[in-house]
């Protein structure tokens, strides 16, 4: 990226305010969506941060309970138990060798950029506040400053796009803004030391509070400024729409691809995207972004905390015991109240008239249903029940049974999971056109295999670039743009699942199925299934065993 500061630039200084002033409108579209999830998070934090939330009573905090907790921790758990990862398609033959190269290398480029932990904390995003947004970046830094694509979590509250579109890719314009230290900004754009007029009187080149702030205000930043990513589309001179990128801080711009020779006609990307991919559990109609589990079972909590409140209350009044006394009573409180004492002196005949307990009548059991019934409720609607969790009621003991339940109670969990695979799909699909603009030189890839071994890969972006067909009828060229698709699949599969198909296979070898002389009933059989691994299996029953009459030993041989 050049850092040098172009006086006769394409977008000058003046585009930049225009584009402050759309970012400001932005923002405010935005703002109901800031607002939810900030108060989500105060209230989250509330509850589970450690600290003692609102309500306290005389004898204690007011009660918390943590079935929404339960519940989000147990879709968590869901969606990290597949996390995704990926094969590569090609839609031309010609490209198969270059999609098996593809479907090795992109789990390693993931696994650079830390896409596990990334996709976790997404994920704890997603379901509690209903959307988490991922950034596919070109990062020049990265490998000794070679460059190579970065996968990075993207703040939702620092992102801003057009109101009131479905996808962000339909906005005009999209803005991630974050803040940088003021020193460390001066030193990569030195042209802004001459320009320190524009600086405010604190030092900062640009109002913080627009740099991540909405949650923890403006103290301890120390000198920071806000600076912003701007990525716009462009129709250039040849009548294609391209991505540009500028960052700019206040009303001073730092760089713009549009007055870069080598981006002013090609874009910023080639694949024309923004660079963000949003990940959403509940949409929301007509706009991009949508809700989580907290805006579905914060009330159910909120009521069954109440409940618990007043149980709690009344169980404390009965285990006081409590007296009527008359002011003639003749007894000494103080030896009274002291549970030490043998002997309490008295003046006169104590009897019921002078001294009563109080008895209060026993709880009406409503209150303990309707509890039950709003913590039943809240399991519902977050789908989140005892069955999905490995409990089970009503008699319910043989394996095969429960495994049935808690199938079709993970529905709701099968749900999320394809929206993260296809927010997952749809971040492979923009690493493969980074690879292709990026990767001229040779890279190195360690890949391990099915069976634990590892082996090494060299990759360049050779095999991405357009293909010669012939030439067409006019005498020009034809080319053929490489295309894949991305299938995406669990990367770990669970305990359960690996039992399931062990079992399958058992009954398989049982039924007779690796009877060589079952072969083709075998294959036939095999054809109208479905399960992992069955590709292998019609290879294995597909091959003809013959024996070596000199050796003994077995070779195999493929029809």
């Known amino acids: 990226m050049k850092q040098n500061y172009n006086q006769n630039a394409v977008l000058t200084d003046a585009d930049v305010r225009l584009a402050t002033e759309t970012l400001e409108r932005y923002r405010a579209g935005k703002s109901r969506l800031d607002s939810r999830i900030s108060e989500e998070t105060v209230w989250w934090r509330s509850r589970h941060g450690g600290g003692a939330p609102a309500g306290s009573t005389k004898h204690g905090v007011k009660p918390v309970s943590a079935w929404l907790f339960s519940s989000v921790c147990n879709k968590h758990a869901d969606l990290c138990d597949a ?50 947004a991922y950034g596919v970046f070109w990062n020049p830094a990265l490998q000794n400053g070679v ?26 314009n999209l803005f991630l803004v974050g803040l940088c230290d003021t020193e460390t900004l001066l030193a990569r754009y030195p042209h802004l030391k001459d320009r320190r007029a524009a600086m405010r009187d604190d030092g900062s080149l640009f109002t913080p509070d ?46 713009a691809s549009e007055n870069d020779p080598a981006y002013t006609e090609r874009g910023w990307y080639d694949h024309g995207m923004y660079p963000v991919v949003v990940d959403v559990l509940y ?25 618990d409140g007043h149980i709690l209350e009344y169980a404390n009044a009965a285990s006081r015991v409590r007296y009527w006394a008359k002011r003639s009573l003749g007894v000494n409180e103080k030896e009274f109240l002291d549970p030490d004492r043998r002997i309490i002196e008295v003046e006169g005949d104590i009897d019921e008239e002078k001294l009563r307990q109080i008895t209060l009548s026993p709880m009406d059991g409503m209150l303990g249903d309707v509890r039950r019934m ?33 199938e079709a109670g993970n529905k709701g969990s099968r749900d999320m999971t394809a929206g993260s695979y296809r927010a997952y799909t749809e971040i492979m699909r923009q690493v493969i056109e980074l690879l292709r603009q990026f990767y001229d030189g040779v890279r190195c890839f360690r890949v391990t295999g099915k069976d634990g071994g590892s082996r090494y890969v060299r990759y360049s972006n050779i095999g991405l670039q357009d293909k010669t067909t012939g030439v067409g009828g006019d005498g020009d060229t034809l080319y053929r743009h490489p295309t894949f698709d991305v299938a995406v699949r669990a990367e770990r599969d669970n305990p359960l699942d690996r ?58 041989t493929y029809p």
């Open 83 to 132: 996390k995704p990862t990926c094969t590569v398609l090609p839609r031309d033959p010609d490209d198969e060798a270059e999609a098996a190269l593809l479907s090795d290398i992109l789990p390693v480029i993931a696994e650079r950029c830390g896409f596990e932990a990334t996709y976790d904390r997404n994920t704890w995003s997603k379901l509690k506040h209903g959307m988490a």
């Open 147 to 172: 460059g190579d694509v970065d996968i990075t979590r993207v703040d939702v509250l620092n992102l801003f796009w057009e109101p009131d579109v479905e996808s962000i890719q339909d906005s005009p």
């Open 210 to 255: 627009m740099g991540g702030s909405y949650l923890y205000g403006n103290e301890g930043m120390g000198d920071k400024t806000a600076v912003v990513d701007w990525y716009y589309k462009r129709v250039n001179p040849s009548g294609r729409t391209v991505l540009h990128y500028a960052k700019f801080t206040g009303d001073i711009l730092l760089y």
């Open 283 to 307: 949409p929301d109609e007509g706009c991009a972004t949508g809700y989580g589990l907290i805006a579905v079972g914060r009330n159910p909590q909120g009521y069954i905390d109440e409940l």
């Open 374 to 406: 709003k913590i039943d409720e809240l399991k519902e609607t977050t789908g989140n029940r005892d069955v999905s969790q490995g409990s089970t009621s009503g008699g319910v003991t043989a394996a095969q049974a429960i495994e049935a339940l808690q």
């Open 499 to 556: 039992a399931g198909r062990n079992e399958l296979l058992l009954e398989l070898y049982r039924a007779g199925i690796f009877d060589p002389t079952n072969r083709e009933a075998a294959l036939g059989a095999l054809a109208g299934m479905e399960f992992e691994g069955v590709e292998e299996l019609r290879a294995y029953l597909g091959r003809e065993a013959v024996w070596n009459p000199s050796g003994g030993a077995k070779e195999d």
